[in-house]
């Protein structure tokens, strides 16, 4: 379980780093051609309005908004563009005003969340931040062993325990597809771990690895550790033959024990397609029992086509990068990586389509727009929506006794935007968020230790990446 003040629901901006960061971006370049002139390059107005004040003489909505782009106004002073522009690449424009309205916030708000040394004074709680542990590499997921010491995996393939100082690295563990954005991602260990010793990875593994087509599959994977070897290993979901080839990106997993089952995802592997095909494991999360076993109570079970995976949850997910269950609602929150914008809180019912890639709040990541829908009938619109993106990745309630104050909020990581939020809630409604953290580094995961403590697993890209683990404590008067 995983838990941010005062950016309202709108958001903070700017870009999300990809590596097509130098491409000249489609919706960037049509408001340079059709619109710059009138509203100025960086959309504080001229002839026009700005339309980064927040004020909107014909409504702040996206719907109002795209009438006015389509219509015009203002007895011929604001053009038509309906006959010109396609519905899609309206919405493309909308996410690029949201984008250049909230540069000066996202600074603004980044000053504000800098850290002094280390120590941080936020809205509700004061709080240290100290590097405990770094490695070369991209650390993924972080579990806490029941003496205290952490458990980490790493994208390349690897296990490592740690205090922090004295580091084991385990042997035998899984061979992995390690290639972009995929290869070993999570790693928790069963609720009855101290009876059992079942530990469980997510891990992207080859396809066929004599084919040059080098494309991979997730799969779940338990086994235990003695003598500081991996050993007793299952394979306790893995897809049909067919389709262990099915991606070379976001096939990235999140793992989570709840009420006795086994939750995790799969990203939609590239394509978004496969994503609303419930006979393809892309694009989905998973319910299972400890063992593998399919649940007699999933959605799916008895469906008409035997092909469909009766291991689904729900479906229409782009790329879930955290999961979390609501103290006392019991509700199980989840986090979908968007493409450019439409980065996703959703809450997970089981049956229910997330709609990508039929609609989104965002737009490619080259600025060329992916659906000019952003609802559908059926289709389950999010809590909230980051436009611009924040690449959002894991989530955490906050439920330890070191920050009172936190209690029962919802902490939320930002890969691109690089920093740790919290989100207030009413339920699942969103009060409010506060950026606590930013410039860190890329924030992949989050966990809390038995204290109340809480960590976060960095990463830093470039020709050797490194990793760290950050450890957030409260601060404390002499
Ligand atoms: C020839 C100048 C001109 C160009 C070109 C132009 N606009 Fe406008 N725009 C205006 C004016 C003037 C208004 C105010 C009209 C009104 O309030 O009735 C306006 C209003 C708007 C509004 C409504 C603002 C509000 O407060 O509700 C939006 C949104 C908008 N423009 C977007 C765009 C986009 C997107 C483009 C490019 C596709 C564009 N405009 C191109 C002059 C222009």
Redesign the pocket.
């Known amino acids: 379980m995983r838990p941010l003040t005062v950016f309202f629901v709108t958001t903070l901006s700017c870009f999300i780093a990809t590596a097509d960061a130098q491409r000249p971006r489609a919706h960037e370049q049509l408001?340079a051609q059709?619109?710059a002139?009138?509203?100025g390059a960086d959309g504080a107005g001229g002839?026009?309005?700005s339309?980064i004040d927040d004020?909107?003489?014909?409504g702040s909505d996206d719907n109002s908004?795209a009438r006015?782009?389509a219509q015009g106004?203002?007895a011929g002073?604001?053009?038509a563009?309906g006959e010109v522009l396609a519905d899609d690449q309206i919405v493309s424009?909308i996410v690029l005003m949201r984008e250049l309205r909230n540069r000066p916030q996202l600074d603004a708000a980044k000053e504000a969340a800098a850290g002094n040394n280390g120590r941080y004074t936020t809205d509700l709680a004061d709080f240290t931040l100290t590097e405990i542990f770094t490695i070369d590499g991209i650390l993924w997921g972080l579990a806490f062993l029941p003496d205290g010491r952490m458990i980490l995996s790493a994208k390349s393939g690897r296990i490592i325990i740690t205090d922090g100082s004295i580091s084991t690295e385990i042997s035998g563990v899984p061979a992995v597809h390690d290639e972009g954005d995929i290869g070993m991602h999570d790693i928790i260990l069963h609720p009855d771990y101290t009876t059992n010793g079942w530990i469980y990875v997510a891990a992207v593994v080859d396809g066929d690895p004599d084919s040059d087509e080098r494309r991979a599959m997730t799969e779940i994977i338990r086994g235990r550790i003695r003598d500081g070897q991996w050993v007793d290993e299952e394979r306790i979901f893995q897809a049909r033959p067919e389709h262990r080839a099915a991606g070379r990106a976001r096939l990235g997993s999140r793992l989570l024990f709840h009420d006795g089952y086994l939750y995790f995802t799969i990203g939609d592997g590239g394509p978004g397609e496969p994503s609303q095909d419930l006979t393809a494991p892309t694009g989905k999360t998973f319910r299972i029992h400890d063992d593998g076993r399919i649940p007699v109570d999933n959605p799916f079970v008895g469906h008409e086509d035997p092909d469909v995976y009766t291991a689904i949850w729900t479906y229409g997910n782009r790329n879930v990068q955290g999961l979390a269950v609501q103290p006392g609602t019991w509700r199980m929150f989840a986090t979908e990586h968007g493409p450019r914008g439409g980065d996703e809180l959703n809450v997970l019912t089981p049956g229910t389509n997330y709609g990508w890639p039929l609609v989104t709040f965002g737009i490619d990541y080259n600025g060329q727009p992916v659906s000019a829908l952003q609802h559908l009938p059926g289709v389950q619109d999010p809590l909230l929506h980051w436009t611009p993106s924040i690449a959002v990745c894991d989530i955490h309630f906050y439920t330890g006794t070191e920050f009172p104050s936190w209690q029962g909020d919802l902490l939320v990581t930002a890969l691109g935007q690089e920093h740790l939020r919290r989100l207030r809630l009413d339920g699942t409604r969103v009060i409010s968020q506060e950026l606590l953290i930013s410039d860190i580094g890329r924030v992949r995961t989050i966990s809390e230790d038995a204290d109340g403590n809480i960590y976060l697993v960095t990463n830093h890209r470039g020709e050797s990446p490194r990793s760290h683990v950050y450890r957030i404590a409260r601060k404390r008067t002499k």
Request: charged residues 0%.
């Open positions: 408001y059709l619109c002139n009138c509203h002839q026009g309005p339309l004020v909107w003489t014909h908004i006015v782009i106004s203002g002073t604001m053009p563009y424009l």
